[in-house]
């Protein structure tokens, strides 16, 4: 089992950035991937960032250049750091973390991002 906890939302200004974090805990040398979705009001979640253990990223293209995805593999937490952010990304954004051994995906309680215009 892998227990996944976000930090890190808040209320900021359009332009602003944040940083959120997402640490791992419990069977966290099984972890593969790791990543973000968020979810807007009324819309579909959405994948936003993964990072793979090897590094590897890969993000959706409305964030790239923007949104960057790391991983410090030595603490087991993800980091997603959001510059310049639009209201359009408000959203309550969730951690994942897929362990594909087990064919399970883990996922945190999520936590809420809010850009005023």
């Known amino acids: 089992q892998v227990q996944l906890v976000e930090s890190g939302g808040g209320l900021v200004q359009a332009g602003g950035s944040l940083r959120l974090s997402c640490a791992a805990s419990?069977?966290?040398?099984?972890?593969?991937?790791m990543g973000w979705f968020r979810q807007a009001p009324g819309k579909q979640r959405e994948s936003v960032a993964a990072?793979?253990?090897?590094?590897?990223?890969n993000y959706i293209d409305s964030v790239k250049g923007r949104f960057t995805i790391s991983r410090d593999n030595a603490k087991n937490t993800v980091y997603l750091h959001v510059n310049n952010l639009e209201p359009e990304d408000t959203a309550v954004y969730f951690c994942?973390?897929?362990?594909?051994?087990?064919?399970?995906?883990?996922w945190g309680q999520g936590i809420q991002v809010t850009v005023s215009s």
């Open positions: 419990g069977s966290t040398f099984s972890i593969d991937d």
């Open positions: 990072i793979r253990r090897d590094g590897s990223t």
């Open positions: 994942f973390a897929n362990e594909y051994r087990l064919g399970q995906t883990y």
